[in-house]
């Protein structure tokens, strides 16, 4: 049974940090690229980064802007988001997405961020 785990949100004042992580099993990690997406309330959900299977290239969001990175550990078959400068409009739920060209792709459950002072 495949499952995506992510876990790392929570409440955050502006400026702060956070690392999101997204636990992968029930299929072969390193042959996915394993992104993360964001839904804030009302809007349509985003790409916020992505990686790769052997985590060459990664690729962000315009809104970015150097304020995040992507990494994963194929050992350990996790995904990372670390979150730094974090802005009221970076509040969303955030979901981590595995995706490989001719099979089934896979969304976590989400997990909450919110920036708020």
């Known amino acids: 049974q495949v499952q995506l785990v992510e876990s790392g949100g929570g409440l955050v004042q502006p400026g702060g940090s956070l690392r999101l992580s997204c636990a992968a099993s029930?299929?072969?990690?390193?042959?996915?690229?394993m992104s993360w997406y964001r839904q804030a309330p009302g809007k349509e959900r985003e790409l916020v980064a992505g990686?790769?299977?052997?985590?060459?290239?990664?690729n962000y969001g315009d809104f970015v802007k150097g304020r995040f990175t992507i990494s994963r550990d194929n050992a350990k078959n996790t995904v990372y988001l670390q979150m730094n400068s974090l802005k009221p409009e970076d509040t969303a739920v955030y979901y981590c997405?595995?995706?490989?060209?001719?099979?089934?792709?896979?969304w976590g459950q989400g997990t909450q961020v919110t920036v708020s002072s």
């Open positions: 029930g299929f072969i990690f390193s042959m996915y690229a």
């Open positions: 997405y595995a995706d490989r060209s001719g099979y089934r792709n896979w």
């Open positions: 990686i790769t299977g052997a985590g060459g290239r990664t």
